[in-house]
């Protein structure tokens, strides 16, 4: 059991809260546990979309198989804060410890990859279990 986080990329119009359709796969990490604040930040930030407290909510946290739909301006501040070393301390049971340096040059192809995607008009979706 940890934490498992991944990026996947889907087409425009493809609906990627459909769990039997998955997009191609961007990024994959495990264990990123600043990551996970980051996004679970963000998250809470965007007003916790794609959540249902009935099916998802549970003993291990709110932000667990949760997808979270990224912007161009999402990525970029994700950038900002990788470079700055500023991405959220961030524990939990399942989560490992700080990974940032052992991920930053596969963050910073994650966020190359998700501009690419972005800009073809793509969608990219952050999404973790644990």
Not at 40 to 46: I, N, S
Not at 105 to 125: C, H, N, P, T, Y
Request: proline content about 3%; some cysteine.
């Amino acid at each position: 059991m940890g934490l498992d986080q991944v990026a996947h990329v889907y087409e425009n119009g493809q609906d990627f809260l459909d769990q039997d359709k998955q997009g191609e796969e961007l990024a994959c990490w495990r264990k990123h546990p600043f990551l996970q604040g980051w996004m679970e930040q963000l998250w809470e930030d965007k007003g916790r979309p794609n959540f249902d407290s009935e099916t998802m909510g549970g003993t291990f946290g709110d932000f667990n198989c949760v997808p979270l739909k990224l912007t161009i301006e999402d990525i970029d501040r994700l950038e900002k804060d990788i470079n700055a070393n500023s991405l959220p301390e961030t524990e939990g049971f399942f989560f490992g410890d700080d990974s940032c340096d052992d991920y930053k040059e596969e963050d910073l192809k994650f966020i190359e990859d998700a501009r690419k995607a972005l800009s073809e008009g793509k969608i990219v979706v952050y999404n973790s279990w644990w």
